[in-house]
């Protein structure tokens, strides 16, 4: 599924909910796990792939918002909440984190930043690596992938 279609698909979802008019809305702060509202519907991924993270891994990368045992999670929350709130006031629903050089913490940072959003707010983030010649996502987390990892002599990256 590329990423033009998981938009798409997200907007319709989040059009046809808000239009119901029994339904609860995100902003209202509601545990949809908890619901029993036929309005709303989990959504299913079936042109996505699901993987295993290595928590081992991962803890080593510094990823450390995957679990709540790090007393670090809080820093992410503080932010995740900042974040929160002033793309709330502005309408945004989408962030990106970068900077000028490389080794700032950029993928960390996206990494924490995601799963405490996601894990918080019970809704799917879509965390994209953008850096077209080396991504690192996968080498954080810990799994395997091949796909969009190309070096200039058209052969896998490692």
């Not at 798409?8 to 239009?19: F, G, I, M, Q, V």
């Not at 790090?70 to 929160?84: C, G, M, N, P, S």
Request: aromatic share 8%; net charge positive; proline share 3%.
């Amino acid at each position: 599924m590329n990423i033009r279609k998981a938009l798409d698909k997200a907007k319709k979802e989040r059009t046809a909910l808000e239009s119901t008019a029994n339904a609860p809305r995100f902003s209202e702060g509601v545990d949809f796990s908890q619901t029993n509202d036929a309005a709303w519907n989990a959504p299913v991924y079936s042109e996505s792939r699901t993987v295993a993270i290595n928590m081992d891994t991962a803890v080593r990368n510094h990823c450390v918002a995957l679990s709540p045992d790090f007393a670090e999670v809080d820093y992410y929350k503080i932010l995740r909440t900042q974040l929160r709130q002033l793309g709330e006031k502005k309408d945004w629903n989408t962030i990106m984190v970068t900077s000028a050089s490389p080794g700032e913490g950029k993928t960390v940072t996206a990494i924490n930043l995601a799963a405490t959003f996601a894990r918080e707010y019970s809704q799917t983030v879509l965390l994209v690596d953008a850096d077209l010649r080396r991504q690192s996502i996968h080498r954080y987390l810990g799994y395997s992938s091949d796909v969009g990892c190309w070096t200039a002599s058209k052969s896998v990256c490692p």
